[in-house]
């Protein structure tokens, strides 16, 4: 990630990039936000940092706009917090809650870009199957990516389930073949 893009804002109220030397709006500041940047905004007087400031505003746009992010008990109870003990828990409270938000994102994103493989047995079914197409193909194809002629087992007995395959295979042949003697 790219180090934090400095904002710089005039006694006008005119927001500066200092990285494009242009003047940008509160929208702007938001895409960047979005895009992943870090962002901090200066006074360019008297150099206080107005970040917290500009992001709340950003935030309340957004809310103003019908884009409710947060529910109105969580805006009451921040409220509150200003005048509670809690007032000191809050802010490690909500740092956690998001990181573990971000966690979970970045693990549904994850577990999206393959949802089976997070699922319990997923490689032994899929060696099963790949046993069970080179039992029906006879390993016919150069593409074959299934369990080798000269597996010897230490699979968890792989030579044990080919077996198995063909057995169940031999059985649905033959009640295929009764089937199609009873219907002539």
Known sequence: MADK?????????????????DYVTLEDIAGFI???????????????????????????EHE???????PLDVLTDLV???????QSVVPQFLAMSFEMLREGQTKMIDSMTNPMSAMPGFDAMRAQQEAFMKAMT????????????????DEGGSDANLDEIRQQLAAMQEQLSKMGSKKG
Do not use: H, M
Request: net charge neutral; charged share 30%.
């Open 138 to 153: 006879g390993g016919i194809g150069k593409g074959w990516s299934g369990p080798s002629d000269d597996d010897d087992g």
């Open 80 to 86: 509150r917090s200003y005048t509670t003990q809690a």
């Open 64 to 70: 103003s706009r019908g884009e409710n992010v947060l």
């Open 5 to 21: 893009l400095l904002i710089k804002r005039y006694a006008s109220r005119r927001l500066y990039n200092t990285e494009t030397s």
């Open 34 to 60: 979005r895009d992943g940047r870090d962002v901090q905004i200066v006074d360019l007087k008297s150099g206080d940092d107005l970040t917290r400031q500009y992001l709340l505003q950003i935030v309340a």
